[in-house]
């Protein structure tokens, strides 16, 4: 067997047939009574029943006074490390919201901000930009990212919603999802069926690189960046986003169908699209915001297995599936497509900076994977001649988290508020100004980056830039390299800590609902066989 041939394997079962094929229902039989030596055991027997009769009525009584008496309340399994830092990563993005906060917030230190963005703007299309998420430890709203992040959090919900159900989070990061849909439909005529301009950016790079200043103080007026022609990669990523957030809150039909109606006329805006194909370069394999390749292919792969669509699909999608296999591989320790620092991270970005997006981003694929395989009664995959187990591909995403949580030669948590140790220095203006101070300038709140103290907010839940290619962390303010964070890098994370957390079981992927509204693919009629010629 080659490849994992959907063909040659026997038609997935469904969770009570397997249960009832492992473990077929025992024929009733007395086990202890042999019939050669009943007369000798039956008064045994009668006292052991006797006995077993008298112990469960005492146990249920005293289960019951135990119940009726007053009691403390009975404490909750601790939760495990990955739901813990769930919950804080997901607290980011509260840390991150642009705009009129909702009333709860929870975040002490943010106030509303930048509430004009595009109502002056003098090239007067867009009445009202405010809202969205800023990207990083800057004020800058970048909708390319911005949507990739909001597209990982709808799939990792759309998989995993029992997982958030059972931390507590489902509606948390529901409300995370429609702050970020919401602001989309401002950025083009989301009720017109075509468009011609949509926007891309809200503030500048420049202005934001050159001040240092809480975004709730800023009150110049922001740029607004149009994107008119070619803007086929944002729109088809902002159609990503509105097309999986309307699948998260499908239950919200008509909010849905705004979201589907809005993703569909973005995806016409520029039907032109390249796939990046990135074969033969050394970010194949690589996920990130800027490449969604593996995402896709991922993405084509679970079709395959869930849906085996067939002919004229199949095959297209066995080809995904295999590289899909590839990419998996190319993450095992066992091969050298990617080096590791000697604490092991795994070093997506060659060694530059800033590696911990894409060790989280892979993490949460190659969990997904393996959830996907087993969800397909499939056990593992290949890699060359070698077969590779599921676990392969969990203790890789657990070996990438554990080491951004605390497991990394620095003894450092990576996402800030977890452990006992985590940077204490966020490159981040909101986080590194205090709420008390009055308005600060653009250059006077240089010394607030320049400063040696820590940081007078505690940002929750960020995941910084991370350490680098020697497992080597400076906890510095002015340093981007080590200490920033960024909205991507933490929608990765979210998404691996949710696939990782709770209970492992054998069905923790919600197989259905995904493609639920996708039509059959199978033709009507196959096509008819070749005729026959002797
Ligand atoms: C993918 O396909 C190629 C060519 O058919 C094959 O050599 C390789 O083993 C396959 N890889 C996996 C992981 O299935
Ligand atoms: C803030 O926390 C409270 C209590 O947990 C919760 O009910 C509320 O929804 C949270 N607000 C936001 C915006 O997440
Ligand atoms: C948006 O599109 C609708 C429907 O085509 C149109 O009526 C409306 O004028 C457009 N709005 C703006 C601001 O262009
Ligand atoms: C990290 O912890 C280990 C074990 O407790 C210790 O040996 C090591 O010195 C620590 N490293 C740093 C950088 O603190
Ligand atoms: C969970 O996190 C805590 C705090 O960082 C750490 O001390 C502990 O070893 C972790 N537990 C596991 C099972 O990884
Ligand atoms: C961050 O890393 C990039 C790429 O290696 C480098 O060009 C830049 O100078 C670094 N920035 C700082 C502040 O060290």
């Known amino acids: 067997m080659q490849e994992l041939d959907r ?45 077993v009769l008298v112990t469960t009525l005492l146990a249920g009584s005293i289960t019951m006074i135990v119940r009726h008496m007053p009691h403390h309340k009975q404490t909750e399994p601790k939760p495990d490390n990955y739901t813990v830092a769930l919950r804080k990563a997901l607290m980011f993005f509260n840390a991150q919201k642009s705009g009129k906060l909702p009333e709860h917030n929870n975040v002490t230190w943010r106030g509303d901000s930048c509430m004009k963005d595009g109502k002056d703007h003098t090239g007067g299309f867009y009445k009202d930009l405010v809202g969205g998420y800023y990207d990083a430890g800057d004020a800058t709203k970048f909708n390319f990212p911005m949507s990739y992040a909001m597209t990982m959090l709808s799939w990792s919900v759309i998989e995993y919603s029992a997982k958030y159900k059972a931390a507590g989070e489902l509606d948390h990061v529901k409300e995370l999802i429609k702050w970020g849909a919401d602001y989309f439909l401002e950025t083009f005529n989301s009720s017109a069926d075509t468009i011609d301009v949509m926007v891309e950016q809200v503030g500048s790079g420049h202005d934001d690189h050159y001040c240092w200043m809480r975004p709730e103080d800023i009150d110049n007026e922001r740029i607004v960046t149009p994107c008119y022609g070619s803007c086929s990669h944002l729109g088809a990523e902002m159609a990503a986003a509105l097309a999986s957030a309307s699948i998260v809150f499908k239950d919200n039909r008509v909010y849905s169908q705004k979201l589907v109606h809005g993703a569909k006329t973005l995806y016409n805006h520029d039907m032109a699209r390249k796939a990046g194909a990135f074969w033969n370069s050394p970010d194949y394999g690589v996920s990130s915001w800027d490449n969604k390749l593996p995402g896709a292919q991922l993405f084509l792969t679970r079709l395959r297995l869930f849906m085996s669509p067939g002919f004229p699909y199949e095959d297209i999608l066995s080809t995904f599936h295999n590289q899909t296999g590839v990419v998996m591989c190319s993450y095992l320790p066992y091969f050298t497509r990617f080096k590791r620092t000697k604490g092991g991270l795994i070093q997506l970005n060659h060694g530059e900076p800033q590696p911990l997006q894409y060790a989280a981003t892979a993490a949460f694929l190659a969990a997904l994977y393996s959830d996907y395989l087993d969800a397909a009664d499939t056990p593992g995959w290949y890699c060359g001649p070698n077969f590779y187990s599921t676990h392969v591909l969990r203790d890789f995403a657990r070996s990438q988290i554990d080491y951004i949580l605390g497991k990394n030669p620095q003894n450092m948590s990576y996402v800030v508020d977890f452990g006992q140790r985590y940077p204490r220095h966020v490159h981040h203006k909101g986080a590194s100004i205090p709420k008390s101070v009055k308005k600060e300038s653009c250059k006077g709140g240089w010394k607030w980056r320049d400063n040696k103290r820590d940081n007078p907010n505690t940002i929750v839940g960020a995941m910084v830039a991370g350490p680098d290619k020697h497992d080597g962390f400076h906890d510095l303010r002015s340093n981007y390299n080590y200490t920033e964070p960024t909205l991507a890098g933490n929608a990765g994370l979210v998404a691996a800590l949710v696939a ?35």
């Open 500 to 534: 990782l957390s709770g209970e492992e079981t054998l069905e923790s992927i919600d197989k259905n609902t995904i493609f639920s509204a996708v039509p059959p693919l199978t033709p009507a009629t196959p096509p008819p066989p070749a005729p026959w010629t002797p």
């Open 7 to 51: 063909a040659t394997l026997p038609p997935p079962l469904d969770a009570t047939r397997r249960s009832w094929l492992l473990e077929p229902p025992q024929p009733k039989k007395k086990k202890y009574v042999d019939l050669g030596c009943i007369l000798v055991s039956r008064k045994i027997f009668l006292w052991t029943l006797g006995a």
